[in-house]
């Protein structure tokens, strides 16, 4: 079983940065590629950003490419987001979730979520 808990979220002016953490709550967390997928009202989830068990491959969804990066720190089991150059339509619920091993962009494809930190981006 893998815990996740997502921190970092908040309100925040057009143009700012935000920086999100998800701790897990796993023994082998250098084992579990990571994802960060966002979900706003009446909308799908969408892939935001993904990183591999190392951290040597990192995805990311088209609409944040050149604003945000994924990265890890496994030894504090521990996966960030940070987001820059913020816009309104950024403005979701973001979710942090683990798959074993391989990167995936899929949702479906992973087994353990957060409970997701809202974001919110002011024009």
């Known amino acids: 079983q893998v815990l996740l808990v997502e921190s970092g979220g908040g309100l925040v002016q057009a143009g700012g940065s935000l920086k999100l953490s998800c701790v897990a709550s796993?023994?082998?967390?250098?084992?579990?590629?990571m994802g960060w997928f966002r979900q706003d009202l009446g909308k799908e989830r969408e892939f935001v950003a993904g990183i591999n068990f190392s951290g040597g491959v990192t995805h990311y969804g088209d609409s944040v490419k050149g604003r945000f990066t994924i990265s890890r720190d496994n030894a504090k089991n521990t996966v960030y987001l940070q987001m820059n150059s913020l816009k309104p339509e950024d403005t979701a619920v973001y979710y942090c979730?683990?798959?074993?091993?391989?990167?995936?962009?899929?949702?479906?494809?992973?087994?353990?979520w957060g409970q997701g930190t809202q974001v919110t981006v002011s024009s």
């Open positions: 796993v023994r082998s967390f250098s084992s579990y590629a």
């Open positions: 979730a683990a798959r074993l091993l391989v990167l995936r962009e899929n949702s479906d494809e992973y087994n353990y």
